[in-house]
């Protein structure tokens, strides 16, 4: 018989304590790291999920582009700033190519009859008694007058945009052309949305003048209007001219957008986002000129 040393068990039951203490520390630790890394981990899926704003979108049309030679100066504008360029003007066509060729979208700013006889229709001007046949040439000579000319808004319009049967008319010639047509919404009697959506053409309205008065400080308050409007409703469209002082603003103030989660588009990327496609077609045309309104906005 051997005898055991009680030393000799003492050591092996010490060692023993020894590893079981180790391996509960070691789970221990382990467990407690992975708890961590696993709640970091939540912690900042939720973060991202919480910060993510969508932005809001802001399209800016420059009118009246095409009657001087110092308009060009508005291609130092982003890309996204669209240009209306009047037909027939004596730099339209220069500045239609221009504009093209750094990617910007082209509009043909198309004349339309005012309440108020102007002789600033200019050439080009589409009026309520045209027949359909003069309504066709004048507007297919003012939409060749501009290269790459993607849309159309309305210079004036005051009278013609109240009126079905000459916008039934006109909507026609659009749609043929696969165009879009921004309401410059030169009265608040404009037809020009409801019958463009009946013609399947896209459509959307103007928001904001941005200089209809020249003074800085106005077009400061104007654009503010737009930053507060496109964060309440996600979107909104403006229009200004080519002044010196809308340029020199808006050179300073467009990078400022951003800090308002702000994204400026171009009018065509404008339309898809803000989900203004157009409605089928009415097949039925109505063709009466209802009373008219005199109304305009001022």
Known sequence: M???CPQFI????????RFVVMGVLWWSVSAATMLGMTQAATTAANDSATTFVKPS??????DDIGYKHGDKRFTQLPKEISFA????AHYSFDLGLAAGEQGRDVMLHLPLESIVPSGQLGDGALMTYMDRAELQETFASALASVPNAIGINNHMGSKFTQLSGPLYALMDLVARQQLFFIDSRTTPFSKVESIARQKGIETARRNIFLDHFTSADFIERQFKQLIRQA???GHALAIGHPHDKTLAFLL?????????NIQLVGIQDYLYLTDTKAKTPNPVMQTEQPALQTAPLP
Request: glycine share 0%; net charge positive; charged share 10%.
């Open 2 to 4: 051997y005898l055991i």
């Open 10 to 17: 003492s050591d092996i039951l010490r060692n023993i304590s």
């Open 57 to 62: 979108y802001i399209s800016i049309i420059i």
């Open 252 to 260: 300073q103030n467009l990078p400022l957008l951003k800090q308002h």
């Open 85 to 88: 360029i009047l037909p027939h």
């Open 231 to 233: 964060q309440r409703n």
